[in-house]
């Protein structure tokens, strides 16, 4: 560990979280968003997720009805986060381009 190299104190405040650390709905919503297939076009980028088998999954993670809802938010935000994250890459490849 790089505290122990240095002869630091571990600074748990610092430290990234642990996939364990998250409760069980986090982690099955994150499994899901990463089980429903991505839609890209190549002039746009990475415009969402396929909700398609988005019933199937929660059938197949056994969601409780009262989770769906927390489970579909958690989706959304994961999925809005991506789309933001390939406008700027886009946008940033676009720039390099016109740049030359």
Do not use: H
Not at 10 to 27: M, R, Y
């Amino acid at each position: 560990m790089m505290c122990e190299e240095t002869g630091q104190e571990v600074d748990w405040e610092k430290c990234p979280v642990e996939w364990e650390d998250f409760p069980l709905p986090v982690l099955t919503a994150v499994n899901i968003y990463n089980s429903l297939g991505n839609r890209i076009y190549g002039d746009v980028g990475f415009v969402g997720k396929d909700f398609t088998n988005f019933n199937f999954l929660l059938q197949q993670y056994s969601v409780e009805k009262y989770l769906k809802d927390f489970t579909f938010e958690i989706v959304m935000f994961m999925e809005g986060r991506q789309i933001e994250q390939s406008q700027r890459k886009l946008k940033a490849e676009l720039d390099r381009v016109k740049k030359k």
